[in-house]
């Protein structure tokens, strides 16, 4: 079997992620390419060495740009912060290396436009990870679609809700520094849903957006601390520079209506990646909190027994799911990672393209861009699609 | 006991769900004035004679303005289609009729501007009936935010749902015409939404809107068939001159961040009347098709023991609850029309306001009109408020 | 159309509810005999004469058994307590009356026998309320099954949980005495799901029952306080003499296996009465506190995308639904009430039999007993069946 | 660290849970032990190397009792079909190796009685692995319980329903057969629901049983076909020697009350392991289906407001979680295995017991015994209780 050596830039929680979806991906699936996790690269020397040493890291480095320019390296793996993204892939992709990069794509639309070139010009694989596409649930709902099953669409209705930023005491991390994460609810949550949108239902075309900001000023984050999305509070406070909630109305190519809600502000909800899509000849539903599930109102059930029903999308027909367990033992949240990775990989053996690219993650900026500044011009946004 | 002679307008779906609630609310709630079923009116008579007959009103007529001009009737109940509310209620309330309005209000925001001119002059009660203000489970959490337990109000998610147009084939009926209908999941679902939205979080500031139509073309109804949202085809093809499904983004003067969402193609839903507010102490949620239900979220639950709530509203604790049947036995559709009579005959006999009122149907109309006008110019619309 | 004069013996909360539904029926559904209000019997006078004025109730007695003889009434409603049910219904019978009954039938499968014997003779129509029997999603269970949608029957689970007595200090009311009640929650709970089970899947022909006391003592009740399932407490205590929970194994004669659970303590459950069948074909799910809807899981469903889909019997399809309101309308307790007095008359004008009735009753008592003798005994009971 | 030297016996679906397991522990817990997967066993050479390549096993072996006595090994796995269970045990335990068995302990009470016994005299760790005790939900349940939150209980319903063999052309599978699998749905099914009643509840005082058999004659399997509970047929029918169908009434020595249904035919459900309890200040109720949810009553939240609460177990709170993701992504069926791991190499570290035990497990064979034989003699059957 072909091995190929991973060096990946970034150990915090997707750092983690990634490392755990390299490790199970062969044990669970029959791959072509043996994944090699050869080298660990990150800013702080301490906690590197101890991620490292846990996922068996080979070696470590402290500068990306020493990975980057390895000759025995093969594949990229981008798990840092997405101010950081452009100039890793863009580097990566000239040094011929195939990339896996963590969503949001990047910064700017300008920047996803370089890095797309960037792609296309060097031959590699490119990947932007969506992981909740690589969700036996929502492939389900991905093949329903495609098989004619729901008809024509006429609605879609995403929400992505946490409540992470309600307490006002919550500190100044980095996800509310626009420099840092570009915008807020709309980078983070919204780029999630407006994937999953374009992979269901298609283009959009027409996008009108209104934001909020709930609190304005927070503490300054102890320098010390480093959480997902939280930490202790240092001393000061600092200026909140992007939206706690965004949401936008759409109209898609194919002439849906659809919705997005994204909010850090939505209290009692963990991780409620929520959409509902509409057509003519069934309908279906998804919430990332019960992921294993899949609602589907089948419009051709017999008059008068027709219901939304509950799919537990994990039977052996589901995409993914023999490598795991028997039907209705259930699969989690780092398992899509691992998908990921599969899919990757056999993306690289097989000399083909994987969804999303950074072709995907260029018009999912464009939407990105378009739903904030509609927002701050009180207009409506007319997207160009071909 | 003081009585009140009624006269309602109108004697199809809403006439039944009236007039049955006329006959229900003396036998289950202890009123101040007994209202007499004294004339019936509508312009086919032969329907109009069975009507009557069925639900005891003693006298029928075919013209409305002999109801509106007689001495003896105390109330005027309109019943009618959208078209005929402004005249029947300017002309009733001159009269010194107290005046039910089933909503929506009317053609218009000048309209609507009329009649509060008129009622407000006339002294007397009038109302909007925007029945699902008086559920049981929404008038909990009506209660529940008064009492601050949910705090500082940063969403509101509404959507009214329906699939009753997926159908090409089903005929244009006078729902689908502007004419007679003013527009089309506007008037008739937003409509409502807004009313809940106004009375649970508070006035609107600011609009955007999206519409979509997805069937032009429909067969001509058959004229011989009446039926509620429904009937045979006839001959021939018409205009759909509404649209099917219309999305709105809103700002509230309290800074909140809200949604709406109606359609008339959203297979799968029957009468999904759903909301959700999320609050800074707490969320709640309710759906109509389980309308004895509020989803509660209380953030001042003990850490790590937080979740969302089933509470089945039939407690005697719960509003109106007590005078029908003990915990756990459910109430359906038609009873919050007798609670709405109730209340109604309640202010009537206290010389109080009963809300919602002419003045909210202005409000109402208003945003209404702002969100049409957002779509159309592609533009968001600032609405005064006060 | 014809009049049939009905007496009425009973105004407490079954007093109310038959009173109603004699007063809906012919408003919402066509019948062939008109029900007239005649005469409403009690002991109490006060609250009788309120009771009769409320309702419409032309005239008052306080001794049934003037009521029963009266050439001129054609109905006996008995809706007093159980142990007089045998009594009345037999008087009733004798002097040609058909006769209503609320459940639960009688005090031991001896008065039931006699009651059934004396109804065949008579040639009258009997009927024993159930009212769930005729909630439009459980006969749209039923349909199923009779069309062999479930095919073969594997499994019946019922439960019919509720939590009033919960608190020590609930008085001790008549339904905790077994003098009066019969027997606890055996009677009360499982009587009905019983009834269902009998419906739904069939004769039962070996029972097994383990039944709990968890409160022996409580404060007698205050005898001026009247109220259903509850009032204040008295002075001093008195012995709990019925069950609090019993739960019972069942073999049914087509070899289904199935299981009982009625509970007066089951802490957060209402009206909780919730039933699954499990066949070869498919499954299916109720619970009265969502009792517009039915749970159906098609396993011809195609592979992949089965589930339990929810289905809202507001459809007109469903027994009884056109009578009422639009799709997604739901209706609520009392209407079942309604469904049964339509039904009742129906049978009447048509000479017909009408389920449950007394023979259904005798065969419901002997499980009953069956369970309760099975629990003391500690083995298991063989019913006979034919 | 301390490393330990682990011999798995067994490498079909539980030798892949249980060598996952071994191998994620490490990586995502702090452990005093570092668990060393030395030698996988089993009989068939060519499938238990590929076993072993895949997750890692050092060596190979075909003969468990080489792999017991070798005294490089500290822990022996069994993840071998039950009726091997005693005998491996008490090699393994007389060997003096920590043992780690997988569930149902053993065949009767009388090898579970002497695996017990072999335990307390060998001094070394051993567990039991119902699995189940270790998710996070259930963890929340026994915390809430153990901290009186449920206060006294009323009631245990327990149900584990799947429907593997609904279709009688599924073969004869070992499961089918009393000799290798003890018994049918009590010995898979209500070991595990037992399991989780003695911990939740408490011991159990009285049992009554009552079981099924539904299909009598199955084809035969091939015995080339080797699958989790599939498999094809080859040719000739065979007998099945189990229950299919295993439902009990029991009485706990606290005198709660409470039911297990465990079946194979319940069409529509896969892995329903489902339970409620419900006590004097609240109640809780666990889906396995949905194994990261909680629903909690809370009997002191204020009047009116009260109803069962969907938690999502993945707070910083709750049990092990904090290892794996951040609040609201959930985490599947394998992680129980994980956790299992984590704590008993931590009571070999720490020289403590873990539980369930054998002498947990002698207890649950106790009582599936109990319930068999009361089904088989038609009588209640006392268990000795200290």
């Known amino acids: 079997m072909k091995r190929m050596r991973i060096g990946i830039i970034g150990h915090q ?3 983690r992620a990634h490392s755990n979806a390299w490790l199970q991906a062969p044990r669970f699936f029959d791959l072509d390419i043996e994944p090699v996790l050869q080298i660990a690269c990150g800013r702080r020397l301490l906690p590197l060495k101890e991620f490292a040493e846990n996922w068996g890291w080979k070696e470590i480095e402290t500068d990306w740009r020493r990975v980057v320019d390895r000759d025995d390296i093969d594949i990229i793996d981008i798990a ?4 950081l993204h452009h100039e890793i892939a863009v580097a990566a992709l000239k040094a011929g290396k195939h990339v896996f990069l963590e969503k949001p794509m990047a910064m700017t639309v300008e920047q996803a436009q370089e890095m797309e070139a960037t792609a296309l010009i060097s031959g590699k694989v490119h990947y932007l990870n969506h992981n909740y596409r690589r969700c036996p649930a929502v492939r389900l709902a991905k093949n329903m679609i495609d098989e004619g099953k729901i008809g024509r669409i006429f609605h ?9 930023l309600t307490d006002p005491e919550f500190p100044l991390t980095w996800q509310l520094e626009k420099e840092k994460a570009g915008s807020g609810a709309q980078a983070d949550l919204n780029s999630h849903s407006i994937d999953l949108a374009r992979y269901l239902v298609g283009e959009i075309s027409q996008v009108t957006g209104m934001t909020a900001q ?3 000023e927070r503490p300054l984050p102890n320098k ?3 959480a997902f ?3 202790s509070s240092g001393e000061g406070m600092g200026k909140v520079t992007v939206e706690d909630a965004s949401f936008m109305t759409v109209r898609f190519v194919n002439g849906a209506l659809g919705s997005f809600e994204a909010s850090r502000f939505a209290v009692g909800r963990k991780n409620y990646n929520l959409f509902e899509i509409y057509g003519s000849k069934g309908s279906v539903s998804f919430n990332l909190e019960r992921m294993n599930e899949l609602q589907y109102y089948n419009n051709d059930d017999q008059y008068g027994e027709k219901g939304f029903r509950t799919i537990l999308a994990t039977d052996p027909s589901h995409d993914y799911i023999t490598n795991w367990w028997p039907p209705g033992h259930i699969i989690g949240y780092e398992h899509e990672f691992v998908h990921a990775m599969v899919d990757f990989l056999g993306a690289i053996s097989k000399g083909q393209e994987i969804h999303p690219n950074f072709t995907d993650g260029v018009r999912e900026m464009e939407i990105l861009e378009a739903g904030l500044r509609s927002a701050e011009e009180g207009r409506m946004i007319e997207l160009e699609t071909l």
């Open 80 to 83: 840092a912060p997405q101010y």
């Open 214 to 216: 709930f609190v304005s």
């Open 13 to 15: 929680f997707m750092g």
């Open 156 to 164: 879609w209705r995403g929400a992505y809700l946490q409540d992470w």
């Open 224 to 226: 010390n601390a480093a």
């Open 229 to 231: 999305k939280g930490g």
